[in-house]
């Protein structure tokens, strides 16, 4: 159903950016997720499934993993409520042809802080939501869950960590295709 992607292609941009700016050689990031805005059942497309889905989260009848967070939440305002049911319905009636949100993201996993590369600024912001000082997005929070459990906690924190040190290469959530 999700599309797993190995971007061969990332890792060899990351290569050159840190090749470019001299910094510590990183292991290049090939474990990421893209979800389309609005397909809420992460099944590649936006239709009327998606829009009766949303309106069931929003009615509380079922619970949203990260990455549906993520395409639910399309003004991009941090919350999914009514306002993105009535966006994403304007957008299947035509009446608008794209979203606050964006058409796509693309989740790194182990990158909170939105350079694609795992460094110790993402382990740290990762611990000090873990202690409660900081708050994570759901663009955040999905990238910090990489043992795909739905929660981000030590466990999450210990893997980033491994990934740093090069002692683990692939997270859980991105098994080695
Ligand atoms: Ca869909
Ligand atoms: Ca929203
Ligand atoms: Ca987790």
Known sequence: MKKRIGSLLVGLGLFVTVMGTSLPAFAAHSCTETVTIG???LDGSVNAIDLLLLKQEIDCLVYFDNL????????YNAAITMADYNMLKDYLLGNITSFPAGSSYTVYYGDVTGDQLVTDADKTKVSNYILGSVY?????????????????????????????????????????I
């Open 136 to 176: 994570l997005t759901s663009r955040e929070f999905a990238a910090a869950d990489v043992n795909g459990d739905q929660v981000v906690n030590s466990g999450d924190l210990t893997l980033i960590n491994r990934h740093i040190l090069n002692i683990e290469d692939h997270f859980p959530v991105c098994p080695q």
């Open 39 to 41: 397909d809420v059942n």
């Open 68 to 75: 549906q967070c993520i395409a639910a939440d399309v003004d």
